[in-house]
Each structure stands twice: as C-alpha cells, then as structure tokens.
C-alpha cells in the first residue's frame, strides 16, 4: 500500500510541473486564448522547431481573432534564414512581392537571430494587427491585417507546404 501511496505522489509531482512548464511555455500568450493544436517541423531527420496555435475558443476559423502562434526552435537560426524562408514560403503561397517586400524589411529589424531553445510569438489582436514576442519580450507591431493573415497562412493555409503541420496546429481530428 505504501508503495502505492509513493507512486501517486510521484505522478501528482509530475501533473503538477507539467502544468507548470505549459503554462510558462506560452507566457506571451495571453489565458483568455485557449490551445487549438501543436505539431513539429522537421527536416532531414533534424527537429526544427515546435509549433502552437491558439485561439479565443480553442478553435481554428481563418481570419477569426485573436490568435496567437508560439514556437519553440530546437536548434539556432540566422534571421537572416528565418527571413528567407519567410520568402520562400509567401512565394509558394503566391503572395504578392509587392506585398511582402516592406514586410520582410520590417521583420528584419524586428527579429533577432535564434538559438536554441528560444520561443517566437507571433498574437494577433482582434483588429488583425501582429505582436512579436521573442521569449515573451516584446519585439513590435505590425498593424496590418493583411500581413497577419500572410503571416499565419505560411502555417495555416490549406496550401501550406506542411500540410501534416497543418493538421496539427488547427486540431484536426480531435
């Protein structure tokens, strides 16, 4: 009996710091916003990152905000990587050069170079207007809802590159 006692201690230790590492894993994302869905990236056998997406019901509507997108990276990445897969990922997604061009420049004076184990936050307000966070320290504001939506399209698009990501994050199946 006591060992039974020992082991459900030692479960309830664990639920408890669980709980506490998921709640300080989205700390830029407020509690009004409820998890959608969380998938991986992987390349090459080489986890990239973790993803998470948020939303104000817990589910994923295009265009519906607020909601908020964390990711984890698992390894560094240049800004200026970041940058060009942001690109490459609007270009695959037929975004407007025009478009994204101003955006790119803008997110190069936002974004830092990542190492590993840091979070990006990317919450969208109700208006549609972008906050970045970098391990919840506030970044900047894009105020602009078409970026927003170009943004979060690289991840939520039914045209997305990932689409297993996809999947993910939008909670399909659950």
């Given at each position: 009996?006591?060992?039974?006692?020992?082991?459900?201690?030692?479960?309830?230790?664990?639920?408890?710091?669980?709980?506490?590492?998921?709640?300080?894993?989205?700390?830029?994302?407020?509690?009004?916003?409820?998890?959608?869905?969380?998938?991986?990236?992987?390349?090459?056998?080489?986890?990239?990152?973790q993803a998470a997406l948020f939303s104000a019901d817990g589910n994923y509507q295009p265009g519906q905000y607020p909601?908020?997108?964390?990711?984890?990276?698992?390894?560094?990445?240049?800004?200026?990587?970041?940058?060009?897969?942001?690109?490459?990922?609007?270009?695959?997604?037929?975004?407007?050069?025009?478009?994204?061009?101003?955006?790119?420049?803008?997110?190069?004076?936002?974004?830092?170079?990542?190492?590993?184990?840091?979070?990006?936050?990317?919450?969208?307000?109700?208006?549609?207007?972008?906050?970045?966070?970098?391990?919840?320290?506030?970044?900047?504001?894009?105020?602009?809802?078409?970026?927003?939506?170009?943004?979060?399209?690289?991840?939520?698009?039914?045209n997305s590159s990932e689409p297993g990501l996809r999947r993910q994050l939008i909670g399909a199946g659950k």
């Amino acid at each position: 009996m006591n060992k039974a006692i020992a082991i459900s201690a030692q479960i309830s230790i664990y639920s408890l710091l669980l709980m506490t590492l998921s709640f300080t894993a989205f700390a830029a994302v407020p509690p009004t916003l409820k998890h959608v869905g969380q998938g991986s990236m992987s390349w090459l056998f080489m986890d990239i990152y973790q993803a998470a997406l948020f939303s104000a019901d817990g589910n994923y509507q295009p265009g519906q905000y607020p909601q908020a997108l964390s990711i984890r990276y698992q390894r560094d990445i240049s800004k200026d990587a970041l940058l060009k897969a942001t690109r490459q990922q609007w270009q695959k997604l037929s975004v407007d050069e025009k478009l994204y061009s101003p955006w790119l420049q803008t997110l190069s004076r936002l974004w830092p170079n990542i190492k590993d184990n840091d979070r990006l936050t990317f919450l969208v307000s109700k208006n549609g207007a972008g906050d970045f966070y970098h391990n919840d320290k506030w970044l900047g504001r894009i105020d602009d809802p078409a970026f927003s939506a170009a943004f979060l399209s690289i991840w939520l698009a039914k045209n997305s590159s990932e689409p297993g990501l996809r999947r993910q994050l939008i909670g399909a199946g659950k």
